[in-house]
């Protein structure tokens, strides 16, 4: 922040203050890093905030609480901070992999998982995403999205020294560590939900809670449904108080007031109590919904952006190690801006789900063209250089089909069948089908559906292996392979969705357990088969044939430095509409060509790509085939086959 000659004082007293709290050495950081952030902090908070606190007070306020967050970080962390801010590019390198899974549907609870880092080693992760680990509602938790206790870790899970612990030896082994914070709700349970019940003044503006149904009924004419089967409607009535409180997700999840600034505050307090235990990326849950505006759909609204970036900057400000990750599954034209790109670039989250190239990679699947997602991703706005996405094929969310309207009629497409049409071949509903996944979260009103399933049955597999034909089966494997394929070259960190790695089918037992009923999202989230997996070296047997797969997708990717998260991808539009073409580029290393079948048949492809990419002596780097295959000067690609080739030079 730049200091006027009023608040000269002031700065001198905060240095003091600082030098006193962390030295000399860490001092002179802490306040060379507000030198950095503070303008952006100023104006994000003066955006949002402005007309409601005296923003220079509430700024004053919040350096204070990033000074004792910086003040409690444990030292391990602390040398973290430094060795990340030296290599700021840390989480861009070619070799970083990342694996998702519930911590007790991979192994139990927090020491089982820390039991099993052999295991990831293995595959070359480098960054392991645990789903929910704060304390949770009892009963129906949203899969542990409806947090009861932001300073606990669910008991079922362990504790917060087990966190701690867990985090300790995943660094030890070079493993960052991602976890979930909760940012738009909390549970009706929590404490500050519970005071607002009885009455506290201060509680209850940490809430939305309205006397009567006018504001609600004015709200939701443009408000859509997130599970209109579930939890139609976005208010719940509470009969303890006649009044009713916003619920967008489930009616035990309670929206905050984030126009409340004490709830940003109180947000940032938390979230540094949880890095402070070890979580080097916080993915912040439903960013997109922080901010309410009538007449809107209350998402992407301006506000949220600010309140991520004051977010960003005070983080940066306290624990310069730690990435913030935003969960917005959106619409591709509201993407790209959380990761700062706006009209004029503002530092937001560091990391963001690519959920356009995860829709378009499943529409290029079932049309067998990948005419739409080059048109769509050719489009869209890059990332900051600064930024990376995370590329994936497949999360513990359903898909919702998000293809823009323009995008599909560019192409000849209309974009409501389009969807829906996606819809019924991921069901098995479509002639010619191989998916086996389910409706998920069908809106009577606009028809609108997602689709639930694992990335296995989806891709086929499961029909294939019942049907017991070899031949369907090598077409489902390398579907899987070429997909992922993608995901580990496009951009970004690729993350590996627990059990895809042995292709892991649908839980048909998802129903069982009565928490779940009503939930098919569970079909997706089987538990892990520690049986396959110890057949993950026979390559005789899916799972090692998997196996093998997505570790070699790893390895090949560590020896390819274009692929690093901060290169540039340019698509390569083919004559052959069967054939995803991209070329990624970095100024320090020779080009990375890929190429992806999606073609129940063998594909050629012109030998002129490689000079449009810029390769000019082709080297193999990895592939379907195991090398380069050439018919009369023309690159041979299998059916559902992938190849990466760059240059010697």
Not at 147 to 165: C, F, I, N
Not at 172 to 184: F, K, M
Request: proline fraction near 6%; charged fraction near 25%.
């Amino acid at each position: 922040m730049r200091p006027g000659p009023s608040s000269n004082l002031a700065v001198e007293k905060l240095a003091t203050r600082v030098r006193d709290a962390l030295g000399p050495l860490e001092g002179a950081a802490f306040l060379t890093r507000l030198a950095v952030v503070g303008d952006d902090l100023v104006e994000a908070l003066t955006a949002v905030y402005g007309d409601r606190v005296d923003v220079s007070a509430f700024v004053a306020d919040l350096v204070d609480d990033a000074l004792a967050a910086a003040v409690s970080r444990p030292l391990p962390l602390r040398v973290l901070d430094r060795r990340r801010e030296v290599d700021q590019q840390w989480f861009q390198r070619e070799h970083l992999v990342g694996y998702v899974c519930y911590a007790d549907r991979f192994a139990g609870d927090l020491r089982g998982v820390g039991e099993r880092v052999d295991y990831l080693a293995e595959l070359g992760i480098g960054y392991l995403h645990l789903m929910p680990l704060l304390r949770s509602r009892d009963g129906e938790n949203d899969g542990g999205y409806a947090v009861a206790d932001y300073d606990a870790v669910d008991p079922r899970l362990g504790t917060m020294a087990d966190l701690e612990a867990l985090a300790a030896g995943l660094h030890d082994r070079g493993i960052a560590l991602c976890a979930d914070l909760v940012l738009n709700h909390t549970a009706r349970e929590h404490p500050w939900a519970r005071k607002a019940l009885a009455g506290h003044p201060a509680y209850e503006d940490f809430y939305l809670l309205f006397s009567d149904r006018a504001e609600p009924d004015a709200f939701e004419r443009t408000l859509p449904e997130v599970f209109p089967d579930m939890a139609p409607g976005s208010f719940t009535f509470l009969p303890e108080t006649g009044a009713w409180v916003w619920t967008t997700f489930r009616e035990f999840q309670w929206d905050l007031r984030w126009s409340n600034p004490q709830v940003f505050r109180a947000m940032l307090g938390v979230l540094f109590t949880f890095a402070n235990h070890g979580v080097d990326v916080v993915r912040l849950d439903a960013a997109p919904f922080l901010w309410k505006r009538l007449g809107t759909d209350c998402q992407n609204q301006p506000e949220a952006h600010r309140l991520l970036q004051g977010l960003r900057a005070l983080t940066r400000l306290a624990m310069p190690g730690v990435l913030l990750k935003a969960e917005a599954i959106v619409g591709p034209d509201h993407l790209v801006p959380y990761l700062g790109a706006h009209d004029r670039y503002r530092p937001e989250c560091d990391l963001a789900y690519d959920n356009q190239l995860m829709v378009m990679l499943w529409s290029s699947l079932a049309t067998r063209d990948v005419r739409l997602a080059v048109h769509a991703l050719e489009r869209r706005r890059p990332a900051p250089l600064s930024s990376s996405w995370v590329t994936y094929l497949r999360g513990h969310d359903d898909i919702g089909w998000a293809v823009a309207d323009e995008d599909a009629w560019a192409v000849g497409l209309d974009p409501r069948a389009h969807r829906a049409f996606l819809a019924a071949f991921y069901a098995g509903k479509h002639p010619g089908s191989f998916g086996r996944g389910a409706d998920f979260g069908l809106n009577p009103a606009t028809t609108d559906v997602r689709t639930s399933g694992t990335a296995a049955s989806l891709a086929g597999l499961e029909e294939a292996l019942e049907a017991g034909v070899p031949e369907q089966v090598e077409g489902a494997l390398r579907r899987l392979e070429t997909l992922y394929a993608v995901v580990y070259s496009f951009g970004g960190i690729p993350l590996l969705y627990m059990g895809d790695e042995l292709g892991l089918r649908n839980d048909t037992a998802w129903a069982d357990d009565p928490q779940h009923a009503d939930d098919n999202r569970w079909l997706h989230r089987p538990p892990m088969d520690w049986d396959a997996a110890e057949r993950r070296h026979d390559e005789k047997q899916v799972e090692g044939r998997m196996f093998a797969a997505l570790r070699g997708l790893a390895q090949a990717r560590g020896r390819a430095p274009a692929l690093r998260s901060d290169s540039a991808t340019r698509l390569l539009p083919l004559p052959d509409p069967h054939v995803l073409g991209y070329v990624r580029t970095h100024p320090r290393t020779a080009p990375v060509l890929a190429l992806a079948s999606f073609s129940d048949d063998e594909r050629i492809v012109d030998g002129s790509v490689l000079d449009r990419a810029g390769i000019r002596t082709p080297e193999h780097v990895h592939s379907t085939a195991g090398g380069l295959q050439w018919s009369d000067g023309r690159l041979v690609l299998p059916a559902w086959g992938f190849l990466w080739v760059t240059d010697t030079h």
